[in-house]
């Protein structure tokens, strides 16, 4: 199977917990804090990967975290840091929040990196709470947790041409024997069920990467076979290669089968039909050919086409190698389509995670009379870091709730001494 649309989830490592040691030495009496940073967790990394085609692995696998930061250490010493958690994909592939439906990064290049979820930072050890009011601080952060989030991949293959045409019109006969991509080739419709890709590599620094997708039929457009999925693998395709059948031996005419092909693409998207096209006359060493394609050729100027034509046979191989040097020139000067998507990948911030929505620094909400819960990321954020082994570690978070105006806003929405309130799974009594 050919998989081209995946959710995965994915989470950065949790930083690792800062802590809180003091020197003992002999000669050190009054030793001063001493508790190390715990690590950084780690990224999980998306990398371009060259020799993937299909999303099939993120079927096998869904989740993906990242190791988590060490602990810090006594005698000031840091936590080790989480090793990157790399993880590869097809050139091609769109990240999505699954959410939200937002494009974060559009994969392009091979060994294109891109930083999915973000490790947590390590928490802080006591030795950086010494100040000159606290000489021993017994004060240390936890690690700060991973980002994560459910992602949507979705995969557009990245060829610069891309050969189109009826089911059994000789498209995979030709991809066979112009790259080293080798499909399954049969007399009978229907045969390639998922796109392929191949190198076609003319001469030293003379090479494109051609698509062969499945056939199509009246009715792709809406969906009608397998069409829609692989009418979105030629949208990126510079250069558009239509393969008609010549022997006159198919259902239809040649005609009636280009008049097919060019309705669904212009159904699909309207630039697709007016996308740079060549016109490929297939298997003119049958007996009938040469005559159906003097009607054809009669047939396109009368409805005023011009698109030029190439009289191949694939089977033989007559006329490949000359259409290929032509489809290497025409590449030169063709340029990328744009499309709304891929308007998005000029922005400099894909690559990196984009924040889907500003959110406001704490939403308080009433539960039921005399409990408030508090949501919000920095916040819930703060409160997961706190280590509530320490005393003074709470006096500092609720230091630093009171400066970020929770008290004054609960106080505000109605909270009353002795009330309850909840963030990020904890408990606080409130008061004035
Ligand atoms: N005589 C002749 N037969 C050809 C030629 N090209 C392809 N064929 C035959 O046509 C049949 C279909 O070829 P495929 O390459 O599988 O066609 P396709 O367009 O990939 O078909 P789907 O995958 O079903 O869309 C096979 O039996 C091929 O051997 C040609 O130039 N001459
Ligand atoms: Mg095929």
Redesign the pocket.
């Known amino acids: 199977m050919f998989y081209d649309y995946v959710k995965i989830f994915v989470k950065g490592g949790d930083g690792g917990n800062g802590v809180v040691t003091f020197r003992r030495e002999k000669y050190v009496p009054l030793g001063g804090p001493s508790g190390g940073d715990g690590g950084k967790g780690a990224d999980v990394i998306f990398v371009a990967d060259e020799s993937l085609t299909t999303l099939v692995d993120f079927k096998y696998r869904q989740h993906y975290k990242a190791q988590r930061g060490e602990n810090g250490m006594r005698k000031n010493m840091h936590g080790k840091n989480g090793e990157p958690l790399i993880v590869k994909v097809p050139v091609g592939t769109l990240v999505r929040d699954a959410e939200s439906g937002e494009l974060l990064a559009d994969i392009v290049e091979k060994n294109q990196r891109v930083v999915v979820a973000h490790g947590g930072r390590g928490g802080r050890g006591n030795a950086r709470f010494q100040s000159a009011r606290n000489r021993a601080p017994e004060i240390a952060e936890k690690g700060e947790p991973g980002e994560e989030r459910w992602l949507r991949l979705e995969l557009k293959l990245l060829a610069d041409a891309a050969?189109v045409?009826?089911?059994?019109?000789?498209?995979?006969?030709?991809?066979?024997k112009v790259s080293g991509s080798r499909?399954?080739?049969?007399?009978?419709?229907?045969?390639?069920?998922h796109p392929n890709l191949g190198v076609v590599n003319l001469e030293p620094g003379m090479s494109f990467v051609l698509a062969?997708?499945?056939?199509?039929i009246e009715g792709a457009a809406e969906g009608v076979g397998l069409g829609h999925r692989f009418l979105r693998h030629v949208e990126r395709s510079r250069l558009l290669l239509h393969?008609v059948?010549m022997?006159g031996l198919g259902e239809l005419s040649p005609w009636e089968e280009f008049c097919v092909i060019d309705k669904e693409l212009a159904l699909y998207r309207q630039d697709l039909a007016a996308r740079r096209r060549l016109l490929l006359a297939?298997?003119?060493?049958?007996p009938q050919?040469a005559e159906n394609l003097h009607e054809f050729k009669q047939r396109l100027v009368e409805s005023g086409h011009d698109y030029p034509l190439f009289e191949?046979?694939?089977?033989?191989g007559?006329g490949l190698r000359e259409l290929m040097y032509q489809v290497f020139e025409i590449l030169q000067t063709t340029p990328l389509p744009v499309l709304p998507d891929m308007q998005d990948t000029e922005d400099e911030s894909l690559g990196k995670l984009t924040k889907v929505v500003a959110e406001p620094e704490f939403v308080i909400t009433q539960a039921e009379p005399g409990v408030w819960q508090v949501t919000g990321k920095k916040l819930e954020k703060l409160v997961v870091m706190t280590d509530w082994e320490y005393e003074a570690s709470l006096r500092r978070l609720q230091n630093i709730l009171t400066k970020i105006g929770l008290d004054a806003a609960l106080r505000e929405a109605g909270a009353q001494d002795g009330d309850l309130v909840q963030i990020a799974g904890r408990e606080f009594d409130y008061a004035e």
Do not use: C
């Open positions: 050969l045409g009826l089911p059994n019109a000789g498209k995979s006969t030709i991809i066979s499909p399954k080739i049969a007399d009978y419709p229907f045969t390639t069920l062969d997708i499945p056939g199509l393969v059948d022997s297939n298997k003119m060493d049958m050919a191949i046979s694939a089977l033989t007559e």
